[in-house]
């Protein structure tokens, strides 16, 4: 049993990720849980606002979150530090490059 948050929608991802789930809570945060190790393998939890898009990059070993409010947080997979936060004119572009890996 994963005692890390109430979980309020989760789906499953694909390679790098294959073995896990990840979820949305209902604070906007992202986790991404390991089933096969049943830990926490990343919390993001700087989102000011809702979650309306998800996107991962996984020959950076990125996962990109898109808010309602039009930021883009990019995630580094590795140590769960968040990279950078995109606002402005660049955002769009940001989460369609993410598309050429997959989503």
């Not at 986790?31 to 606002?49: D, I, M, P, Q």
């Not at 947080?73 to 369609?96: A, C, K, N």
Request: glycine share 4%; hydrophobic share 40%.
């Amino acid at each position: 049993m994963f005692n890390l948050q109430k979980i309020t929608y989760s789906y499953f991802m694909q390679p790098r990720i294959q073995k896990c789930v990840c979820s949305v809570a209902s604070d906007h945060s992202v986790t991404l849980l390991s089933l096969a190790e049943r830990k926490c393998v990343v919390l993001a939890s700087r989102h000011l606002f809702p979650v309306v898009t998800i996107k991962w990059r996984p020959l950076d070993d990125f996962m990109i979150v898109g808010c309602s409010d039009g930021a883009v947080y990019v995630w580094q997979m590795e140590t769960g530090h968040l990279d950078r936060v995109l606002h402005g004119l660049f955002t769009p572009y940001s989460l369609i490059s993410t598309t050429e890996y997959f989503s």
